[in-house]
């Protein structure tokens, strides 16, 4: 398969390299000399994805697609539905992370910091500081701002 890939250009260099120094930045792969290696959470996230996110034919499917769009091959509107379609098969195959997933990445049993001055939630540390996990928008940034 690895030719296929290739042929049907699986990213460029530089779309690869802005793909690994965003995993770099997240915490899921580091670098140990000329290596990338997998973080703890890199290899959790990598066992709870589904298979077809992973799949370096879909990347390879999806880069030969966007070559015909730009040829005037394929339709710009097919190629997003397509995408649209599989992100809803996904969203409705996968509409929620079990407890055991969540705990898998430090989410489960966070010690509270306090209550948020926004909307009164828990307000626990996060890996850019802390949050308000009620989802309300509450960051320490923001209201430092304010």
Request: a positive charge; one cysteine or more.
């Amino acid at each position: 398969m690895g030719d296929e890939v290739e042929r049907k250009g699986l990213g460029t260099p530089a779309t690869r390299a802005d793909v690994i120094e965003k995993l770099i930045k997240d915490g899921f792969v580091k670098r140990e000399k000329k290596q990338m290696i997998p973080t703890e959470d890199g290899v959790k996230l990598i066992t709870v994805l589904p298979d077809v996110v992973k799949s370096k034919k879909l990347t390879a499917n999806w880069e030969n697609a966007l070559t015909l769009v730009e040829k005037g091959e394929y339709s710009m509107q097919a190629f997003m539905d397509g995408i649209a379609d599989l992100v809803n098969g996904l969203v409705q195959t996968y509409h929620s992370v079990s407890d055991e997933q969540k705990s898998m990445f430090g989410g489960g049993n966070q010690e509270s910091l306090g209550k948020c001055p926004k909307c009164g939630g828990d307000v626990v540390k996060g890996r850019f500081g802390a949050y308000c996990k009620n989802k309300c928008g509450m960051n320490v940034s923001r209201a430092m701002e304010g």
